[in-house]
C-alpha cells in the first residue's frame, strides 16, 4: 500500500536541483566568458604581428 500524506523530500529536492543547474550555469558562463577573451587576445596579438 502506498504511503498516505505528502511525499517526502520533494521539497528538498526540488531546491537542490535548483542550485545545482544554477551552479552549473554560472560554470558555462564563466568558462565561455574566458574563451571570448582568450579570443580577443589572440586576435590583438595576431593584429600586433602583422603590423
Do not use: C, F, S, Y
Amino acid at each position: 500500500m502506498p504511503k498516505k500524506g505528502k511525499e517526502k523530500n520533494t521539497v528538498n529536492k526540488a531546491k537542490h536541483a535548483k542550485l545545482l543547474a544554477r551552479k552549473n550555469n554560472k560554470i558555462k558562463l564563466d568558462k565561455q566568458l574566458h574563451k571570448e577573451r582568450l579570443k580577443a587576445i589572440v586576435k590583438k596579438i595576431n593584429n600586433q604581428k602583422k603590423k
